[in-house]
């Protein structure tokens, strides 16, 4: 019986020489001279790098609150609020929709709620 030969034994290249040698056969691509260097790891790598801690704010139960609430004034300040005109639009095209919605569900209650009791024999 044979015996097999396992990865790094006498006769089969290393690992790193393996490597090493598809490394410097991508090199010689012809016209690839002057493209940029692509990296294996995705363009996330630099946003890896640990950043300093931020200073820390008061982290008391009040101190959270506080915080809560001024982040929610900056976050209303970056909406975009409508026009007086557009908010009377936008109303009543809604109150319309719901009125149409309601008339065809109670259309549609009356027409069979009035067919059940006829085929039961209301």
């Known amino acids: 019986m044979a015996e097999r030969n396992r990865p790094g034994d ?3 290249p290393a690992d790193d020489e ?3 040698d598809a490394v410097e056969d991508d090199k010689d691509v012809p016209g690839d001279d002057d493209a940029e260097p692509v990296g294996r790891g995705g363009t996330a790598l630099a946003e890896r790098t640990p950043k300093a801690k931020k200073e820390a704010r008061r982290t008391g139960f009040f101190g959270r609150i506080g915080g809560f ?3 929610v ?3 209303l300040r970056k909406v975009i609020w409508p026009t007086r005109k557009e908010l009377l639009t936008y ?3 809604v109150i319309v929709f719901v009125a149409v ?3 065809i569900v109670g259309l549609l209650d009356l027409g069979l709620g009035k ?3 006829w085929a039961f024999g209301g």
Do not use: H, N, P
């Open 101 to 103: 919605m309601t008339a």
């Open 91 to 93: 109303t009543t095209i």
């Open 10 to 12: 006498a006769g089969d």
């Open 73 to 75: 004034v900056s976050e």
């Open 115 to 117: 067919a059940v009791l």
């Open 18 to 20: 393996v490597f090493d």
């Open 69 to 71: 609430f001024r982040e």
